[in-house]
């Protein structure tokens, strides 16, 4: 079946201005020719270090931007290209969960307000009918209904989230980009937003793509992972493919780093230390973008982008390490002869 969410080539590109006539000097790539699907029912991670356009890609798939350039297909509509007054009556099916549930929220407003916000703006519910509606979504996050008149400094962390999740919910959504929605909260309530966030998955049919920088968590909830480098996604497979066996540089190296619960593990895994900074979206190296961190950067990785391969059942990767042509070549076996 068709996927529900197609993203092709897409990029996002910040002018920089520079001087008093502010002329135009270049651009940021903040996302420089990303590529996927999102099944429906799916959860697709998207994983890198801050900075590397992750975020900026999910904003930009929901058209909180005008793109620079690519296709964003939902449902097999193309939004791409919609200016905002015809973007509008497709609002509904796309919604986001943010990261920071304190910012999100307009703290003048009570909880009654904030989730059925969306409803004045999108339905013609009475205002019995959209009190019903908040009940039912405040009941579906686990939030006591008595708490519909008050303000979102009386609750903590964790119900905030709850509010905006439900406010997200309000218009029967399809897609949900989930934004880090974990990494503000406490370490012992994550669990607790990230099981609600499941269990609303299976409940309401949702499709998630879910932003993080915690690959336990994404771990946990991802169906498939997109690993995302300087606006890039380098590696894309299958949840226990990337975790078994991942293929590019890259993600081995972010995987080395999180720690194994279990130490006598632990305490025989090899750390990859990647030397030097990434390098600025403005300004990204010729050939791969990863080649000036890279501890296996081959000479033609200067020069030439490697393209994304599918080198296992739907895992892909773009790195010249498993590209025939260009792979360094195995020892010579006695069964050439
Ligand atoms: Fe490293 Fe070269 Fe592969 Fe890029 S293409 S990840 S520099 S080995
Ligand atoms: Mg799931």
Do not use: W
Not at 23 to 40: L, P, Y
Not at 260 to 278: N, Q
Request: glycine content about 8%.
């Amino acid at each position: 079946s068709r996927p529900l969410v197609e993203v092709r080539d897409l990029r996002m590109h910040f002018p920089i201005h520079a001087g008093v006539l502010r002329r135009r000097v270049g651009a940021v790539r903040a996302v420089d020719g990303v590529s996927f699907d999102i099944h429906e029912g799916e959860t697709l991670g998207l994983v890198g270090e801050s900075g590397c356009g992750k975020s900026t890609c999910g904003r930009a798939i929901l058209r909180l931007y005008d793109i620079t350039s690519g296709s964003i297909r939902i449902e097999g509509d193309e939004i791409g290209t919609l200016g905002q007054d015809a973007l509008r009556p497709r609002r509904p099916r796309m919604q986001m969960v943010f990261q920071d549930p304190q910012a999100s929220l307009n703290p003048r407003m009570t909880v009654a307000r904030i989730i059925g916000e969306p409803l004045d703006e999108h339905t013609t519910l009475s205002r019995a009918e959209k009190l019903d509606r908040i009940y039912e979504l405040m009941d579906a996050v686990g939030l006591n209904r008595n708490f519909a008149n008050r303000y979102p400094h009386q609750f903590s962390g964790g119900q905030r989230q709850r509010i905006g999740i439900a406010r997200a919910l309000a218009l029967n959504p399809k897609f949900i980009v989930c934004d880090e929605p974990i990494a503000a909260l406490d370490v012992s309530i994550q669990a607790q937003v990230v099981n609600l966030l499941e269990d609303l998955q299976d409940r309401f049919g949702l499709t998630y793509l879910f932003i993080s920088h915690d690959l336990s968590m994404v771990r946990h909830i991802a169906d498939r992972v997109a690993v995302m480098y300087l606006g890039r996604v380098v590696e894309l497979a299958p949840r226990d493919s990337l975790y078994g066996a991942p293929l590019h540089p890259y993600t081995q190296a972010l995987l080395s780093a999180v720690p194994e619960p279990d130490p006598e593990l632990e305490s025989s895994r090899r750390h990859i230390i990647l030397k030097g900074d990434v390098p600025s979206p403005a300004n990204p190296p010729e050939g791969c973008n990863f080649c000036t961190r890279c501890p296996q950067a081959m000479p033609i990785c200067h020069r030439i982008d490697p393209e994304m391969r599918e080198l296992r059942p739907g895992h892909f990767a773009a790195c010249h390490l498993h590209d025939p042509d260009h792979a360094p070549t195995a020892e010579p076996t006695a069964a050439n002869d």
